[in-house]
């Protein structure tokens, strides 16, 4: 992705406003990843502006091996793996006894997870910026809109609202979650789920962790991290949820620049501690 210094900025710490910062992985190009000296939060630095990378989001070959994106293996050839993972969710959700009711997904890609969302959720909703994401999302929801949650009627209010691999692209976390927080009904849910920078993958691969995808990710989370910003927004009762995936072969094999016959690169693969995912409640107007 090309990029001129007018494109850049230098933030300081996205969760908590330090300028503390130590760098802890280069070879980026421009890029780095630091670590908040105050709250311990990764991030990317220098990164692009929000207004420069949202036009790569609203391209429509963002999905399909775009100049960012899924240049690896395109969005659709990780449908049946991304179906199963969601599927994996819809399930663990249930046992925790947050489906049921109305159901909201920000950042809903090509609508796989709202899909597999049927027959958990009575109604289901998307936000989605890729103009091709919306056309294929809104085959598979009730209803999708463009852009982010400010396109969402100011009085729609959902019993559950989930951001699968979202909020690692958000520029200012924070309030990204209190607007969540203001389409939930009282007592109702919100997840988060982030690639785990915690992780025993991140660990052992270093600097070649396949979720270092720069520059769209811009924030790297753990467990606490994660849990923090959502109690900063007001969330009780944080949780967190397990959160499996599958991956297609072929992508993984990919990654690791390694050969693999046409014939098994679809074949989904469950890889452990890739995902961080935490559930908190909005708070009930009697409590």
């Known amino acids: 992705m090309l990029k001129t210094e007018s494109e850049l900025e230098y933030p300081l710490c996205p969760l908590c406003h330090s300028e503390n910062r130590e760098v802890r992985y280069t070879g ?30 609203e391209q429509d070959d963002y999905f399909e091996g775009g100049e960012s994106g899924y240049s690896d293996t395109s969005y659709s050839d990780q449908e049946a793996a991304l179906r199963a993972t969601f599927k994996r969710l819809m399930l663990n959700l249930k046992k925790r006894n947050l489906t049921g009711g109305s159901l909201l997904e920000v950042g809903c890609g090509y609508g796989f997870l709202l899909a597999e969302a049927e027959g958990f959720f009575k109604n289901r909703v998307g936000t989605e910026f890729s103009p091709e994401g919306v056309r294929q999302s809104s085959k598979k929801a009730d209803a999708v809109y463009e852009g982010g949650i400010e396109q969402l009627p100011d009085d729609a209010r959902f019993d559950c609202v989930l951001a699968t691999h979202v909020i690692e692209h958000v520029y200012e976390p924070l309030e990204f979650i209190k607007k969540l927080v203001a389409h939930v009904k009282p007592g109702g849910t919100i997840v988060l789920a982030a690639p785990d920078m915690g992780g025993m993958l991140r660990k052992a691969m270093g600097r070649r962790w396949a979720s270092f995808k720069v520059p769209e990710h811009v924030l790297y989370f753990d467990a606490d991290t994660l849990s923090s910003v959502m109690r900063d927004a007001g969330l009780t009762g944080l949780q967190v949820l397990p959160y499996p995936h599958a991956f297609p072969l072929g992508l993984i094999t990919s990654k690791l620049r390694l050969p693999s016959p046409a014939a098994i690169r679809k074949l989904n693969i469950w890889v452990p501690a890739t995902t961080i995912a935490v559930y908190g409640k909005v708070k009930d107007e009697q409590s």
């Open 28 to 57: 980026f190009g421009t890029h780095e990843v630091v670590r908040c000296g105050q709250c311990a939060m990764h991030y990317l630095y220098p990164r692009l502006t929000e207004a420069a990378m949202r036009q790569f989001y």
